[in-house]
T-cell receptor, first 113, second 114 residues
Framework: GQSLEQPSEVTAVEGAIVQINCTYQTSGFYGLSWYQQHDGGAPTFLSYNALDGLEETGRFSSFLSRSDSYGYLLLQELQMKDSASYFCAVRASSGAGSYQLTFGKGTKLSVIP | ETGVTQTPRHLVMGMTNKKSLKCEQHLGHNAMYWYKQSAKKPLELMFVYNFKEQTENNSVPSRFSPECPNSSHLFLHLHTLQPEDSALYLC?????????????FGPGTRLTVT
């Protein structure tokens, strides 16, 4: 099976930088996705890393180290609207050519003025 | 708007009722998913459909019965549920199964079982 660990809560100041870490244990690993979910909203895809290194998309960046079974989401120039829950999700083979996403419990980010 | 709609948005049902949740995607995707989201727990994958064929059933109790008549529509039929089944039920789609890393979610149905 798969297991993921990420902090349950993080608080950061508007305009600052915050890093949300995710460690995982899995077999048949293919990659790590990140999703954002505002209260009462649907999860929204942010990024996906299949290879080691940093992927940058605007203010958000995501990093993966396959050898360390570790990744992080980096949010820069924080805005109040970034207050949301952030989920890491492992994409792994579940056999028979199927690739499941297994989600972590999520990190609730609070951005304060 | 993600292109995935779900109805109803809220549902209250008794343990002896039968109801159905509906999901429709307007993205031309071929893979669809049902998830359960409970407080303090990670999203739990329930079912996966690829080209309207079920490919995954993650040990979901038989009181949950999925149906996928075509690649755009997904249903979750509910009967004799338990109070612990109260949760947010999310539908998602991806362009194909191999692109499961990028899923588009609907707004969910908030289910309360009394």
């Amino acid at each position: 099976g798969q297991s993921l660990e990420q902090p349950s809560e993080v608080t950061a100041v508007e305009g600052a930088i915050v890093q949300i870490n995710c460690t995982y244990q899995t077999s048949g690993f293919y990659g790590l996705s990140w999703y954002q979910q505002h209260d009462g909203g649907a999860p929204t895809f942010l990024s996906y890393n299949a290879l080691d290194g940093l992927e940058e998309t605007g203010r958000f960046s995501s990093f993966l180290s396959r050898s360390d079974s570790y990744g992080y989401l980096l949010l820069q120039e924080l805005q109040m609207k970034d207050s949301a829950s952030y989920f890491c999700a492992v994409r792994a083979s579940s056999g028979a050519g199927s690739y499941q996403l297994t989600f972590g419990k999520g990190t609730k980010l609070s951005v304060i003025p | 708007e993600t292109g995935v709609t779900q109805t109803p948005r809220h549902l209250v049902m008794g343990m002896t009722n039968k109801k159905s949740l509906k999901c429709e995607q307007h993205l031309g995707h071929n893979a669809m998913y049902w998830y359960k989201q409970s407080a303090k727990k990670p999203l739990e994958l329930m079912f996966v459909y690829n080209f309207k064929e079920q490919t995954e059933n993650n040990s979901v109790p038989s009181r949950f019965s999925p149906e996928c008549p075509n690649s755009s529509h997904l249903f979750l039929h509910l009967h004799t549920l338990q109070p612990e089944d109260s949760a947010l039920y999310l539908c998602a789609s991806s362009s194909r199964l191999a692109n499961s890393y990028e899923q588009y979610f609907g707004p969910g149905t908030r289910l309360t079982v009394t």
